[in-house]
C-alpha cells in the first residue's frame, strides 16, 4: 500500500495511490488517530532524518494487511498474536447491499539506508548504515482493542509469521534493517 499523505510532493503520485490495487478496508478508528499519528511520524522522520542533507538517505517503506492481529495475553501481559476471530471480517456498505472483506490487521515498516565515509585499516571506505522502525494495529471499529504498538522489524515480522512456518523476511535484500541494534523509534 502506498498512502497518498507520504506521496503529496507530486500530484502524480499522489493520484497513484488512489488504485485499487493500493486499497486495503480500513475502519475509520484504524485509520485516524492513532495510525494517522504515526504516518506523521513517518512523513517528519522521512524529511528531517532519512532524507536530511546530512544523511542523504533512502526510506524504503512497506504497508500491508494480515490475517493474524495482535492482542494482549492476561496473564503475561505481553503483546501475542491473535487469530481468534473468525475472518473475513465483513460489513454492509451502502448504497447497495455489498460485503466488503476487511483485514484483520495493518502494519508498516521501514528501512533507511545511507552510505558514510570512513576508514578502514587506514583506507577511506564508505559504509553501509541502516535505521528501521516497524508497527502494527488490529484494523478495528473499537478504538480499545486497535492494540496499535510501534515495534522493531524482526518483532513484526515474528507476528506476521504464522505458527510452523517459514520467518517472513520483510527486508530480504538488506539485513541491516533487521539488526536489532539499527531499531530506532520515531520521536512525535
Same mark, same amino acid.
Given at each position: 500500500?502506498?498512502?497518498?499523505?507520504?506521496?503529496?510532493?507530486?500530484?502524480?503520485?499522489?493520484?497513484?495511490?488512489?488504485?485499487?490495487?493500493?486499497?486495503?478496508?480500513?475502519?475509520?478508528?484504524?485509520?485516524?488517530?492513532?495510525?494517522?499519528?504515526?504516518?506523521?511520524?513517518?512523513?517528519?522522520?522521512?524529511?528531517?532524518?532519512?532524507?536530511?542533507?546530512?544523511? /542523504?538517505?533512502?526510506?524504503? @517503506?512497506?504497508?500491508?494487511? !494480515?490475517?493474524?492481529?495482535?492482542?494482549?495475553?492476561? &496473564?503475561?501481559?505481553? =503483546?501475542?498474536?491473535?487469530?481468534?476471530?473468525?475472518?473475513?471480517?465483513?460489513?454492509?456498505?451502502?448504497?447497495?447491499?455489498?460485503?466488503?472483506?476487511?483485514?484483520?490487521?495493518?502494519?508498516?515498516?521501514?528501512?533507511?539506508?545511507?552510505?558514510?565515509?570512513?576508514?578502514?585499516? /587506514?583506507?577511506?571506505?564508505? @559504509?553501509?548504515?541502516?535505521? !528501521?522502525?516497524?508497527?502494527?494495529?488490529?484494523?478495528? &471499529?473499537?478504538?480499545? =482493542?486497535?492494540?496499535?504498538?510501534?515495534?522493531?522489524?524482526?518483532?513484526?515480522?515474528?507476528?506476521?509469521?504464522?505458527?510452523?512456518?517459514?520467518?517472513?523476511?520483510?527486508?530480504?535484500?538488506?539485513?541491516?534493517?533487521?539488526?536489532?541494534?539499527?531499531?530506532?523509534?520515531?520521536?512525535?
Amino acid at each position: 500500500m502506498n498512502p497518498s499523505g507520504i506521496n503529496s510532493f507530486d500530484k502524480n503520485y499522489m493520484k497513484a495511490t488512489f488504485t485499487l490495487t493500493n486499497a486495503a478496508p480500513q475502519f475509520e478508528t484504524s485509520n485516524s488517530g492513532p495510525w494517522q499519528t504515526f504516518e506523521n511520524k513517518i512523513r517528519k522522520y522521512a524529511k528531517t532524518t532519512c532524507g536530511s542533507g546530512t544523511r /542523504g538517505g533512502t526510506l524504503y @517503506l512497506l504497508t500491508g494487511t !494480515s490475517d493474524i492481529g495482535i492482542t494482549i495475553d492476561k &496473564k503475561s501481559g505481553k =503483546l501475542v498474536q491473535d487469530t481468534s476471530t473468525p475472518l473475513p471480517y465483513t460489513r454492509k456498505m451502502f448504497p447497495r447491499n455489498v460485503r466488503l472483506v476487511t483485514p484483520r490487521a495493518v502494519w508498516t515498516a521501514g528501512c533507511c539506508v545511507w552510505r558514510e565515509p570512513g576508514k578502514v585499516f /587506514g583506507r577511506l571506505w564508505s @559504509l553501509a548504515r541502516a535505521q !528501521s522502525f516497524a508497527v502494527m494495529s488490529n484494523n478495528h &471499529k473499537v478504538n480499545a =482493542l486497535l492494540h496499535q504498538t510501534e515495534m522493531s522489524v524482526t518483532e513484526l515480522e515474528g507476528f506476521l509469521t504464522p505458527r510452523r512456518s517459514t520467518m517472513v523476511n520483510i527486508f530480504p535484500g538488506d539485513q541491516n534493517c533487521r539488526l536489532p541494534g539499527n531499531d530506532v523509534t520515531l520521536p512525535p
